[in-house]
């Protein structure tokens, strides 16, 4: 099998890294890919592992590509391209593709427009209005009390939105936005499930939990994700079961009635309250950093579990199958982030960072006179695994430890309270 990931992120080079695991797998290609992507070598005699320069936001550049690639199939990896329609005209072209449509990819693009999905599907979620005006959002702040939840409604790459106490800073955040969401408050702990799905039949992974907050202990500003685990040693034996039931397979079936099946990984970000799972939002694509935890973890062959989905076979495909043991990945960001992350920053101390239960996925790195330099907000993501929570985070702390960028920042708690057992649902 021939595959094509589009994207250039830590996520996109854990997705080649899994596919090229596939002894299925001939060729991996990486548009625009990344220096990590770029040195990964092939798992097997045969198989190639390339990246090709492309502009993502080129749709006809993507298609020629796949065209002159002959690809079996194409893996969109990141949110932007996929609520921009890539995949449309790859499925016109007659490419199977694992990502969504543009019009199923709005349940990430629009969070109004993941609201009306799941209050037609009965999926619970927290109450919300949609709010155009200052005035209307001040009501609505008002009505709901603190800790105020603000929600800009577009994408926002993990910044949009603000969760804060300070009823100034909230109205603040809502003037911001075009058309802001007001939200009740969700309490308990955070649950990040992935289903793969081909329109109809929903395989969630495991689940996995991430680190939405800068800082330790859940402090400072909302980033794209400081880190992962999973499995959940704190989690129901039946919430995998109890989330596909009430969320994933509503929600897929719901996007299939429309007339908008939605083909590729649906991400359910979950609070566990005290009055039950509720859903805090949607994504249409593999999360990051969860990916860089989950793909280590997972035995079932990637390449054709991707194909099955992107085919409309899903239902002759057995469960996933998983690696005993856990797996922990912690982001090491650059300075400035996500104020402003400083770029070109020697890269030091890889090579003693890699061994056979630790690898580096780059994020935000690029090549600058032969020398890796800092290229993004997130930089890398270190990703260990182990018998259990522990040894997953204490080989995931040693690797991090070797890596010398000057002003980078990690948090030193990804998994830490699990592996104390301190969660409780
Ligand atoms: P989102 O971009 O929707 O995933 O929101 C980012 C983070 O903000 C989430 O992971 C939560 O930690 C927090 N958050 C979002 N919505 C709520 C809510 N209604 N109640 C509590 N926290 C929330
Ligand atoms: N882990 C959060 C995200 O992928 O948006």
Redesign the pocket.
Known sequence: MKVLVVGSGGREHALVWGLSRDSEVELVVAAPGNPGIAALRPAYDGQTVACRAVDVADHDAVVALARELEVDLVVVGPEAPLVAGLADPLREAGIAVFGPSREAAQIEGS?AFAKDVMATASVPT?R?YVCTTADEAAEAIDAFGP?Y?V?DDGL?A?K??V?TADREEALQHAAQCEQVLI?????GP?VSLFAITDGTTVLPMQPAQ?F??LADN?EGP?TGGMGAYTPLPWAPDDLVAEITEKVLQPTVDELRHRGTPFVGLLYA?L?LTSRGV?V??F?CRFGDPETQALLPMLKTPLGGLLYAAATGKLADHGELSWRNGSAVTVVVAAKKYPASPRKGDVIAGLDQAENDHVRVFHAGTALENDELVTAGGRVLAVSAVGKDLAEARQRAYAAVSQIRIKGSQHRTDIALKAERGEITV
């Open positions: 969070k927290g919300a800790p939840v929600k926002a993990g949009g939105v969760v939200e009740e408050f969700l309490d955070e991430d939405k907050r859940d909302n970000g609070a509720r805090i939002e994504n």
